[in-house]
């Protein structure tokens, strides 16, 4: 990975983001769409646009150089134009923490993979920029604008990855899939109507989102396949806890609980942790339960790494 062509990157499709969002008066991350559209089309009325874009194309990036000028692009956006909090992307360090599980967990060099709430792809890509398995990846998402964005750039880093626009807490026709992954918004489902459908709903107030979609996401998933969540850390302490426990006792094991360092997280509310899950009627083996303090310590990265590949071994999982 060459960080001089990513920075050089980053600066040509700044300097494309504004020039298009000055003539259009659009927020930024219309532009943004915009700018992948121009240059995919080799077409744009600004002439300042059009020889960046040929520049960008002489840079030819890999994918992983393309995710991390788009990455430093969204940082820089949200500095002005801030989304909401669970729009923002899933950082690296729990991407890399998702993808490793991922491999590890899962036989075979074909692995297909729902993701619930895509946001803007950067989980997605930077699961298939660094599996070790070949990806079949499906994202849903329900916001217009982030399903443009994050088609738009899988299109310019010319990623074999689908998404498509719906509620997932409502019924979907997919299929289903081996691992289902999701980024968990943290908040209340507002439809009480749909919430009712789940066995995880709250008779006395809204229901919390992150339950109703990971009771959804198991019906996505294959008999014996993983779901792979990052949701509050409070998940089985909540007031609603014991709705989520009683139907995760009914329906899928606990794997894996993995928590993660809270200076992750910006406000100290939205900190989460990784709860895998699979979808089997009884707990066969003592879960794996790991507290990772820094994930930018190379040492204790490893020492998880080794600690999972050891209980996985001993369980014969």
């Known amino acids: 990975m060459n960080f001089e062509k990513i920075e050089e990157a980053y600066d040509l499709l700044l300097e494309n983001v504004q ?12 532009a943004m769409i915009e700018q992948n559209v121009a240059y995919l089309a080799d ?5 300042v646009v059009l020889t960046n874009n040929k520049k960008l194309k002489n840079l030819n990036l ?33 991407g890399f923490l ?22 803007t792809g950067n989980l997605a890509q930077t699961i298939l920029n660094h599996s070790q398995k070949k990806i079949d990846y499906l994202g849903i998402e329900v916001d217009d604008l982030l399903i443009d964005l994050s ?21 979907q026709i997919l299929k289903e899939s081996q691992v289902v992954i999701s ?13 009712k459908r789940y066995q995880v709903a709250s008779s006395t107030e809204h229901t919390y989102a992150h339950h109703l979609l990971m009771e959804q996401a198991l019906k996505y998933l294959e008999q014996d396949g993983y779901a792979i969540f990052l949701a509050p850390n409070d998940l089985l302490t909540s007031p609603q806890s014991d709705l989520l426990k009683t139907w995760i006792k009914d329906h899928a094991s606990l794997v894996a609980m993995v928590t993660l360092p809270t200076n992750l997280f910006g406000n100290q509310q939205m900190a989460k942790s990784i709860f895998v899950l ?24 490893h020492d998880f790494a080794d600690s999972f590949k050891k209980w996985k071994a001993e369980h014969a999982i």
């Open 19 to 30: 020039t298009i969002q000055n003539a259009l008066g659009t927020n930024i991350y219309d």
């Open 43 to 47: 077409q744009a009325e600004q002439e």
């Open 62 to 94: 890999t994918a992983e150089e393309w995710r991390r000028a788009f990455q430093f692009l969204f940082i820089k956006a949200n500095q002005t134009e801030p989304l909401q909090y669970n729009h923002q992307f899933t950082p690296d360090s729990i």
């Open 98 to 119: 998702v993808t490793f599980l991922l491999d590890e967990l899962v036989q075979g060099d074909l692995v297909s993979v729902l993701e619930i709430g895509s946001g």
């Open 151 to 171: 088609a738009s750039m899988a299109d310019v880093m010319h990623s074999a990855i689908s998404f498509a626009q719906g509620d997932a807490a409502r019924p």
């Open 183 to 195: 980024d968990l918004p943290i908040g209340y489902y507002p439809d009480d109507a749909v919430a």
């Open 278 to 301: 699979q979808k089997k009627m009884q707990q066969t083996s003592q879960a794996f339960v790991y507290p990772l303090q820094d994930l930018q310590n190379v040492e204790a990265m």
